[in-house]
C-alpha cells in the first residue's frame, strides 16, 4: 500500500490532513523538533504547534525535552486502534443521548405535522430513509399495497430488497402487484414473507411503481432514485381502489 492510500485510510477514520501529513512525517523520520516535521510534512510554521497538540490529545503523539529543545514522536501505529474504540465510546454516549431526547422530538414533528404535504427523497440514503420511515409508521400486521413493479435496476434492486428484509422483520404485511415481465423480482420478494403477490393482466403497464399505505401514497418513476412522497387521505383512499380493482383480476 503506497503513501496516498494509507493516507485516505487515516482521513476515512478521522483524522484531517494536516494530521495526517504530521503523523505520517513523524513515523519516517522519529523523534524530532519541529524544524524537521515542517519540512518533511510541508506544514506552516504557525500552524505546527496546533496540529501537534491535537495528535498529542488523540494519543498519536508524544513530546520530550532534550537540552531544552522539545522532541516530538509518534506513538505506536496501535494506539490507532485506542483512539477508534474511544470515538466508537464517544458515538455511543452520543446515542444514548439522542435515545433520551427522540421521543421529546418525534413528539413536536407530530404535531406540527400537516394533514396535507408532498415531500422529495431523492438517491440511495434518501430512498433509504422513505423506506425506514414508512416501516416505522406502521405496526405489526399492517398492510402496505404496491403496484407497478416491473424492472428497478442494479441500483434500485438494493434499496428494494433492503425494505423488503426491514418490513418482514416487523412482520408488516405486503400485497404487490407485478407486472408479467418482473417475475424475477416476485421471486426474490416471496422470501421475506408476510407477502402476497399476484401478477398484473398482460398488457397492463404502469410507468411507475406505487406505495400504499395509512394515510400517504409514494411514487417512484421508473429506475429513478427518487420517491415522491404524498401525504392526504383522499389521495391514498383514490389510489388503494384502484389498486382494489386491479388485485381482483390479477393473477397470483
Given at each position: 500500500?503506497?503513501v496516498q492510500d494509507i493516507e ?245
Amino acid at each position: 500500500m503506497d503513501v496516498q492510500d494509507i493516507e485516505l485510510e487515516l482521513e476515512s477514520i478521522g483524522l484531517n490532513k494536516s494530521e495526517i501529513k504530521v503523523y505520517v512525517s513523524l513515523l519516517k523520520i522519529g523523534a524530532s523538533s519541529t524544524g524537521p516535521i515542517i519540512k518533511e510534512s510541508k506544514t506552516a510554521n504557525s500552524k505546527i504547534y496546533e496540529v501537534l497538540d491535537k495528535l498529542i490529545q488523540k494519543g498519536l503523539v508524544c513530546f520530550f525535552v532534550k537540552e531544552n529543545v522539545k522532541y516530538y514522536k509518534s506513538t505506536n501505529p496501535k494506539m490507532l486502534l485506542d483512539f477508534l474504540e474511544e470515538k466508537k465510546s464517544a458515538i455511543d454516549k452520543e446515542k444514548d443521548r439522542l435515545n433520551n431526547i427522540l421521543p421529546t422530538l418525534i413528539a413536536f414533528s407530530q404535531d406540527k405535522e400537516e394533514e396535507k404535504e408532498a415531500l422529495i427523497y431523492t438517491g440511495t440514503r434518501g430512498v433509504k430513509t422513505a423506506f425506514t420511515n414508512l416501516v416505522d409508521e406502521l405496526n405489526e400486521g399492517d398492510e402496505v399495497h404496491i403496484m407497478g413493479v416491473y424492472d428497478f435496476g442494479d441500483k434500485f434492486i438494493h434499496s428494494a430488497v433492503y425494505f423488503q428484509k426491514i418490513r418482514a422483520n416487523k412482520k408488516i404485511k405486503a400485497k404487490f402487484l407485478i407486472n408479467q415481465d418482473a417475475k424475477n423480482i416476485a421471486d426474490e420478494f416471496k422470501k421475506y414473507p408476510p407477502v402476497e403477490i399476484r401478477f398484473l393482466p398482460k398488457g397492463t403497464f404502469t410507468p411507475a411503481v406505487f406505495l400504499i399505505y395509512k394515510d400517504k401514497v409514494i411514487i417512484n418513476l421508473a429506475k429513478e432514485m427518487t420517491f415522491f412522497v404524498i401525504k392526504s387521505r383522499s389521495a391514498k383512499e383514490a389510489f388503494d381502489a384502484y389498486f382494489n380493482l386491479l388485485w381482483k383480476t390479477a393473477k397470483p
